[in-house]
């Protein structure tokens, strides 16, 4: 999943290899891997959510050259805002990007961001 520094609204958006062949970014992409296109799913499903573009919208500096930076990322808590999105809306919206979202899934992703492994890191 990638997301741009320069847009003035985040857009999450998921990337894959393009003809088998990765796909490369520059410095002003901000980038959170997944071996599994179903956890990369779930979470676009989350990170898109209205309560997390709300929450950036909120603390974002307004007319910056880059106003979706390094440190306004990991403010994100994942968690906290899967709780905040009903899990059924969650699966429809996962399922519409990857089909093989199932509810198995979803639970396993949501048990996940429960356990304490740290705050979640986006790379650039």
Not at 4 to 23: K, M, N, Q, T, W
Not at 58 to 82: E, F, N, Q, Y
């Amino acid at each position: 999943m990638a997301v741009s520094g320069l847009h003035a609204g985040p857009e999450f958006r998921l990337i894959g290899p393009d003809s088998g062949r990765p796909v490369f970014f520059d410095d002003t992409c901000y980038l959170l891997p997944f071996n599994d296109p179903v956890d990369a799913a779930i979470a676009h499903a989350v990170l898109t959510s209205t309560s997390v573009q709300r929450f950036l919208q909120s603390i974002k500096c307004p007319g910056a050259k880059r106003p979706i930076t390094k440190k306004l990322l990991p403010r994100i808590d994942l968690a906290h805002a899967v709780q905040m999105t009903e899990p059924s809306d969650l699966l429809e919206r996962a399922q519409a990007r990857v089909a093989s979202v199932h509810e198995h899934a979803l639970q396993r992703f949501l048990r996940s961001t429960l356990e304490p492994q740290g705050a979640l890191t986006i790379s650039r």
